[in-house]
């Protein structure tokens, strides 16, 4: 590394594998130190100048600055953000701000996705219907289930075509409230590492974090993405990606305890609510302020 740091501190919030740390260097300027391990560190590349492109549009975020190879694998050097975590501060608000700062992440997630995806990017029809079914398949092998599950596995099957011809561009990959701050009172995007290529819409499939979190904020978030036009195919469409992740959740978060897996099945329950059975496209939280 070309600086020279004189304070390292340990950060423990997180599920990436990587070592992170909040450094300071001689001047007292601090920064993000990610360290990942060698044997995980394929994409860090890749995951930098993604990171640059993204800075370079003007999206407030934990802007990348150095990228390298160290002891303990590769490492980003990225800006330190005084703020706030985002899911802690955002639900003491009114709805009023909630709905601003869901405006505000709608329209940085929309400089996001004018990055185009790699011209040799596999058609999405394809690529998603394969990760729909092996989500099927964890459902079907996991020893929990539950309740309403076959609404969502029929509400699929049903709604499959919708992805043919869908457009893809780069995605954060893990976009929701749980990965963004508040400083200065705006929002900042944190955590790139999950990104992908993909339809842009599927990026939303996050959105549930935060409904449960701020529902506000979630429906400021979609009306700032469309400038507040919201497409009939979009809410179908969200309504596709969520459910497939909800079918995965449960067996996700087993290896992690029972805590996760309580965590799972709520969202799950929230999410059948919300959709009224998957009967209804556009979920029930969205309320425009």
């Known amino acids: 590394m070309r600086r020279r740091f004189v304070s390292k501190e340990p950060i423990e919030k997180g599920w990436s594998c990587d070592k992170k740390y909040c450094v300071t260097d001689e001047s007292g300027t601090k920064y993000l130190l990610r360290i990942t391990p060698k044997e995980k560190s394929a994409r860090r590349p890749d995951l930098f100048r993604m990171q640059k492109t993204v800075d370079a549009l003007g999206v407030t975020m934990c802007r990348p600055i150095e990228f390298g190879s160290c002891d303990g694998g590769v490492y980003i050097l990225s800006s330190w953000i005084e703020g706030e975590d985002a899911d802690e501060i955002v639900p003491l608000f009114d709805r009023s701000r909630q709905y601003e700062l869901g405006l505000e992440t709608g329209r940085i997630l929309k400089k ?140 996700w978060a087993i290896p992690f305890g029972d805590d996760e897996v309580r965590t799972m099945l709520k969202q799950a329950g929230d999410v059948l609510v919300w959709y009224d059975n998957m009967q209804n496209p556009v979920p029930t939280w969205y309320k425009p302020v």
């Not at 058609?123 to 076959?150: H, L, Q, V």
């Open 112 to 251: 996001i996705h004018s990055v185009p995806a790699p011209e040799n990017q596999r058609d999405w029809e394809s690529r998603f219907n394969e990760k729909t079914d092996r989500k099927i398949r964890m459902y079907g092998e996991c020893p929990i289930k539950f309740e309403g599950a076959d609404k969502i596995i029929d509400y699929i099957n049903s709604n499959r075509f919708l992805l043919a011809d869908r457009p893809q561009t780069f995605q954060h990959g893990d976009y929701h409230i749980g990965n963004m701050m508040i400083a200065n009172g705006r929002i900042v995007i944190i955590d790139f590492d999950r990104y992908d290529f993909g339809d842009p819409w599927e990026e939303f499939n996050r959105i549930v974090w935060c409904a449960q979190k701020a529902p506000s904020f979630a429906s400021g978030m979609v009306d700032g993405y469309f400038d507040g036009e919201v497409p009939v195919l979009f809410w179908k469409l969200l309504a596709f990606y969520i459910g497939s992740n909800m079918l995965s959740s449960v067996p």
